[in-house]
């Protein structure tokens, strides 16, 4: 796959082949580890189809998008020069993954049997909407930003802004690569499961999930820290 994206790149691109490639393999190894965003699409998918699951891929590649943006103005540095700036976004990323995690079980996720058209775009807007917001405020997600991706900048070639948004592009089809076959293979469970208690049950697992993750976060950067 990092072959084929390779391939397809212009010939006189700035960053050297060779650097792309490998950051293409590490961007692949943080991807492919479980987080937040995985959860959500498998909850997504389980609790509601695989066309919301696939609003819920959107909803994380929309955020990749902004943090490129972000990125390429400097705001991301700016958080993360900011101990404090950057200590209140992860709080912020903890508290809504959090309140993800608690609506699980005061609303389990039970199977939507053919929700009507306006029901359905409600499906669709929450599963973006919540996949973005949590992308956004993923501390993972911005220190992979200002982390990984600067190490792989060239400077001496020039077009730094545009060598940023290559690796972003990069770490963009690696996501979709990764997460959509997620969500596709959850919807063919999901065509399994009937009974109510598994559902409940499996809502109540990735809610538990959510917090335990809110919790990781809050204790790196602010219990950990204190």
Request: a positive charge.
């Amino acid at each position: 796959m990092a072959l084929a994206i390779v391939g397809i790149l212009p010939i006189t691109m700035p960053i050297d082949y060779g650097s792309y490639f490998a950051f293409l393999l590490a961007a692949s190894a943080l991807v492919l580890s479980p987080g937040p965003d995985t959860v959500l699409i498998i909850r997504n998918t389980l609790s509601s189809g695989k066309t919301v699951g696939l609003a819920t891929v959107a909803g994380i590649q929309m955020g990749l998008v902004v943090h490129t943006l972000l990125a390429v103005a400097g705001v991301s540095l700016l958080i993360v020069s900011s101990a404090w700036l950057f200590r209140m976004v992860a709080i912020l990323g903890a508290c809504y993954l959090g309140y993800l995690g608690v609506q699980h079980f005061l609303h389990p996720s039970l199977i939507h049997v053919e929700p009507s058209s306006r029901q359905s775009r409600l499906l669709h807007y929450k599963a973006f909407r919540d996949a973005l917001i949590t992308n956004l405020l993923n501390p993972k997600v911005i220190l992979l930003f200002l982390a990984l991706l600067p190490g792989f900048v060239q400077p001496e070639r020039g077009h730094t802004s545009l060598q940023l948004i290559l690796l972003a592009l990069g770490l963009l089809v690696i996501n979709l690569v990764w997460q959509t076959p997620i969500a596709l293979a959850a919807n063919t469970f999901r065509q399994i499961i009937t009974q109510p208690q598994i559902q409940r049950w499996i809502s109540h697992t990735t809610g538990g999930i959510l917090l335990v993750f809110a919790g990781l976060i809050l204790w790196e950067h602010v219990f950990h820290q204190a």
